[in-house]
Protein backbone atom coordinates (compact mmCIF):
# COMPACT_ATOMS: atom_id res chain seq x y z
CA UNK A 1 0.00 0.00 0.00
CA UNK A 2 1.16 3.64 -0.71
CA UNK A 3 2.41 5.34 2.54
CA UNK A 4 3.12 8.93 3.28
CA UNK A 5 4.30 9.35 7.17
CA UNK A 6 5.39 12.75 8.19
CA UNK A 7 6.79 13.41 11.00
CA UNK A 8 8.81 16.34 12.97
CA UNK A 9 6.03 19.25 13.84
CA UNK A 10 6.04 20.33 17.31
CA UNK A 11 5.93 23.25 19.45
CA UNK A 12 8.15 26.15 18.77
CA UNK A 13 8.71 29.95 19.59
CA UNK A 14 8.04 32.50 17.01
CA UNK A 15 11.07 33.09 14.35
CA UNK A 16 11.94 29.93 14.95
CA UNK A 17 12.59 26.87 12.85
CA UNK A 18 11.19 23.30 12.18
CA UNK A 19 12.32 20.86 9.75
CA UNK A 20 9.57 18.50 8.98
CA UNK A 21 10.18 15.34 6.96
CA UNK A 22 7.94 13.19 4.92
CA UNK A 23 9.03 8.95 4.36
CA UNK A 24 7.40 7.38 1.48
CA UNK A 25 6.82 3.76 0.73
CA UNK A 26 5.72 1.38 -1.83
CA UNK A 27 6.04 3.51 -5.00
CA UNK A 28 9.13 4.47 -7.04
CA UNK A 29 8.84 8.04 -5.02
CA UNK A 30 11.93 9.17 -7.39
CA UNK A 31 9.46 9.47 -10.26
CA UNK A 32 6.97 11.43 -8.48
CA UNK A 33 6.49 15.42 -7.06
CA UNK A 34 5.68 15.82 -3.72
CA UNK A 35 3.66 18.61 -2.36
CA UNK A 36 3.40 19.92 1.48
CA UNK A 37 -0.47 20.86 2.04
CA UNK A 38 -1.19 22.81 5.40
CA UNK A 39 -4.72 23.23 6.96
CA UNK A 40 -5.07 25.96 10.11
CA UNK A 41 -7.60 24.82 12.81
CA UNK A 42 -10.76 25.18 11.39
CA UNK A 43 -9.97 26.67 8.32
CA UNK A 44 -9.48 25.29 4.80
CA UNK A 45 -6.98 23.31 2.36
CA UNK A 46 -3.89 25.92 1.52
CA UNK A 47 -1.29 24.68 -0.62
CA UNK A 48 2.72 25.61 0.55
CA UNK A 49 4.78 23.85 -1.92
CA UNK A 50 6.25 21.42 -4.25
CA UNK A 51 9.42 19.68 -5.69
CA UNK A 52 9.28 17.99 -9.22
CA UNK A 53 10.42 14.75 -9.42
CA UNK A 54 14.01 14.99 -10.44
CA UNK A 55 14.07 18.29 -7.86
CA UNK A 56 15.05 20.68 -10.48
CA UNK A 57 11.97 22.71 -9.83
CA UNK A 58 10.58 24.17 -6.53
CA UNK A 59 7.33 25.98 -6.40
CA UNK A 60 5.92 28.11 -3.52
CA UNK A 61 2.99 30.05 -2.14
CA UNK A 62 3.50 33.89 -1.47
CA UNK A 63 3.02 33.40 2.01
CA UNK A 64 6.03 31.04 2.71
CA UNK A 65 8.19 32.18 -0.20
CA UNK A 66 11.63 32.85 1.15
CA UNK A 67 10.89 31.33 4.66
CA UNK A 68 10.53 27.75 3.06
CA UNK A 69 12.41 25.42 1.32
CA UNK A 70 11.11 22.49 0.26
CA UNK A 71 13.93 19.34 -0.65
CA UNK A 72 13.65 15.63 -1.45
CA UNK A 73 16.59 12.92 -0.88
CA UNK A 74 15.38 10.11 -3.47
CA UNK A 75 17.90 7.74 -2.32
CA UNK A 76 15.97 7.86 1.10
CA UNK A 77 12.59 8.16 -0.21
CA UNK A 78 12.25 11.12 1.94
CA UNK A 79 10.88 14.98 1.23
CA UNK A 80 11.63 17.80 3.62
CA UNK A 81 10.44 21.16 4.32
CA UNK A 82 12.85 23.28 6.25
CA UNK A 83 10.42 26.46 7.48
CA UNK A 84 12.40 29.03 9.09
CA UNK A 85 11.00 32.57 10.60
CA UNK A 86 7.90 30.95 11.60
CA UNK A 87 5.16 33.05 12.23
CA UNK A 88 1.41 32.49 14.58
CA UNK A 89 -0.11 31.71 11.27
CA UNK A 90 1.57 28.94 10.26
CA UNK A 91 0.40 27.12 12.96
CA UNK A 92 -1.59 24.03 11.12
CA UNK A 93 -1.53 20.98 10.62
CA UNK A 94 1.32 20.26 7.47
CA UNK A 95 0.17 17.33 5.10
CA UNK A 96 2.70 15.57 2.60
CA UNK A 97 0.89 14.43 -0.41
CA UNK A 98 2.34 12.54 -3.52
CA UNK A 99 1.93 14.16 -7.12
CA UNK A 100 -0.30 11.97 -9.68
CA UNK A 101 3.00 12.30 -12.12
CA UNK A 102 6.71 14.01 -12.13
CA UNK A 103 5.55 17.29 -12.13
CA UNK A 104 3.19 19.30 -9.66
CA UNK A 105 -0.43 18.60 -10.32
CA UNK A 106 -3.50 17.35 -8.39
CA UNK A 107 -2.47 15.34 -5.29
CA UNK A 108 -3.21 11.17 -5.28
CA UNK A 109 -2.07 10.17 -2.00
CA UNK A 110 -2.16 12.18 1.32
CA UNK A 111 -0.41 11.45 4.55
CA UNK A 112 -2.03 12.39 8.03
CA UNK A 113 -0.25 14.94 8.65
CA UNK A 114 1.82 16.52 11.47
CA UNK A 115 1.28 19.40 13.36
CA UNK A 116 2.94 22.73 13.88
CA UNK A 117 2.17 25.08 16.48
CA UNK A 118 3.82 28.53 16.13
CA UNK A 119 3.29 30.17 20.35
CA UNK A 120 5.48 31.94 23.00
CA UNK B 1 -3.03 33.89 -8.66
CA UNK B 2 -5.87 32.29 -9.53
CA UNK B 3 -8.81 32.18 -7.02
CA UNK B 4 -11.56 29.76 -6.19
CA UNK B 5 -15.11 30.21 -4.57
CA UNK B 6 -17.09 27.31 -3.67
CA UNK B 7 -20.92 27.45 -3.19
CA UNK B 8 -22.91 27.03 -1.16
CA UNK B 9 -20.62 26.68 2.22
CA UNK B 10 -22.87 24.57 3.48
CA UNK B 11 -25.05 22.22 2.13
CA UNK B 12 -28.14 20.21 4.32
CA UNK B 13 -29.31 17.11 2.86
CA UNK B 14 -30.80 13.85 3.34
CA UNK B 15 -29.84 10.42 2.96
CA UNK B 16 -30.50 9.23 -0.61
CA UNK B 17 -30.75 12.67 -2.11
CA UNK B 18 -28.85 14.25 -4.70
CA UNK B 19 -26.16 16.66 -3.84
CA UNK B 20 -24.95 19.25 -6.32
CA UNK B 21 -21.45 21.26 -5.78
CA UNK B 22 -20.32 24.09 -7.59
CA UNK B 23 -16.85 25.82 -8.24
CA UNK B 24 -15.94 28.26 -9.64
CA UNK B 25 -12.60 29.62 -10.72
CA UNK B 26 -11.59 33.42 -11.47
CA UNK B 27 -9.86 32.83 -14.44
CA UNK B 28 -9.85 29.82 -16.79
CA UNK B 29 -8.42 26.26 -15.49
CA UNK B 30 -9.32 23.96 -18.55
CA UNK B 31 -10.04 21.21 -17.49
CA UNK B 32 -7.46 21.11 -14.71
CA UNK B 33 -9.62 20.41 -11.98
CA UNK B 34 -9.64 18.22 -8.93
CA UNK B 35 -11.92 17.54 -6.41
CA UNK B 36 -11.06 16.07 -2.59
CA UNK B 37 -13.42 14.45 0.13
CA UNK B 38 -12.23 15.51 3.75
CA UNK B 39 -14.06 14.02 6.68
CA UNK B 40 -13.25 15.24 10.29
CA UNK B 41 -9.53 14.39 11.93
CA UNK B 42 -8.48 12.68 8.28
CA UNK B 43 -6.60 13.60 5.81
CA UNK B 44 -7.83 15.19 2.34
CA UNK B 45 -9.12 12.32 -0.82
CA UNK B 46 -8.68 12.88 -4.10
CA UNK B 47 -11.92 12.21 -5.70
CA UNK B 48 -11.79 13.46 -9.41
CA UNK B 49 -9.17 15.01 -11.42
CA UNK B 50 -9.51 16.50 -15.05
CA UNK B 51 -12.42 17.87 -13.68
CA UNK B 52 -14.59 14.73 -14.61
CA UNK B 53 -12.18 11.51 -14.03
CA UNK B 54 -12.92 9.48 -11.01
CA UNK B 55 -9.78 8.38 -8.64
CA UNK B 56 -9.07 4.84 -8.28
CA UNK B 57 -11.61 3.44 -5.79
CA UNK B 58 -14.23 6.46 -6.14
CA UNK B 59 -17.55 5.04 -6.23
CA UNK B 60 -19.51 5.88 -9.47
CA UNK B 61 -21.95 7.84 -7.26
CA UNK B 62 -19.49 10.87 -7.59
CA UNK B 63 -18.85 12.49 -11.13
CA UNK B 64 -17.61 15.57 -11.88
CA UNK B 65 -18.62 17.88 -14.74
CA UNK B 66 -17.73 21.78 -16.03
CA UNK B 67 -14.38 23.53 -17.96
CA UNK B 68 -12.98 26.75 -18.11
CA UNK B 69 -14.38 28.66 -15.06
CA UNK B 70 -17.32 26.50 -13.96
CA UNK B 71 -17.27 23.15 -12.26
CA UNK B 72 -20.03 20.97 -10.60
CA UNK B 73 -19.30 17.98 -8.37
CA UNK B 74 -22.28 15.74 -7.91
CA UNK B 75 -23.21 12.96 -5.13
CA UNK B 76 -25.95 11.32 -6.86
CA UNK B 77 -27.57 9.64 -3.82
CA UNK B 78 -25.56 10.17 -0.55
CA UNK B 79 -24.32 7.79 1.73
CA UNK B 80 -23.73 8.25 5.31
CA UNK B 81 -19.95 7.89 4.82
CA UNK B 82 -20.34 10.80 2.26
CA UNK B 83 -20.91 13.80 4.72
CA UNK B 84 -17.78 15.57 4.53
CA UNK B 85 -16.03 18.74 3.52
CA UNK B 86 -15.73 18.72 -0.09
CA UNK B 87 -12.43 21.19 -1.71
CA UNK B 88 -12.34 22.24 -5.14
CA UNK B 89 -8.11 22.47 -6.64
CA UNK B 90 -6.99 23.88 -9.43
CA UNK B 91 -3.53 22.88 -11.20
CA UNK B 92 -3.59 25.09 -14.43
CA UNK B 93 -1.68 27.71 -13.01
CA UNK B 94 0.88 28.59 -10.24
CA UNK B 95 0.13 29.08 -7.30
CA UNK B 96 -2.09 25.83 -6.98
CA UNK B 97 -5.33 27.18 -5.20
CA UNK B 98 -7.77 25.51 -3.27
CA UNK B 99 -11.54 26.29 -2.48
CA UNK B 100 -12.51 27.59 0.51
CA UNK B 101 -14.73 23.86 0.79
CA UNK B 102 -18.55 22.86 1.03
CA UNK B 103 -19.34 21.11 4.02
CA UNK B 104 -21.84 18.55 3.56
CA UNK B 105 -24.16 17.70 6.72
CA UNK B 106 -27.13 15.61 7.28
CA UNK B 107 -30.68 17.42 7.43
Known amino acids: EVQLLESGGGLVQPGGSLRLSCAAS????????MSWVRQAPGKGLEWVSC????????YYADSVQGRFTISRDNSKNTVYLQMSSLRAEDTAVYYC?????????????WGNGTTVTVSS | EIVMTQSPATLSVSPGERATLSCRAS??????LAWYQQKPGQAPRLLIYGASTRATGIPARFSGSGSGTEFTLTISSLQSEDFAVYYCQQYNNWPLTFGPGTKVDIK
Open chain 1, 51 to 58: ITASAGNT
Open chain 2, 27 to 32: QSVGSN
Open chain 1, 26 to 33: EFTFSTYG
Open chain 1, 97 to 109: AKSWRANCYYMDV
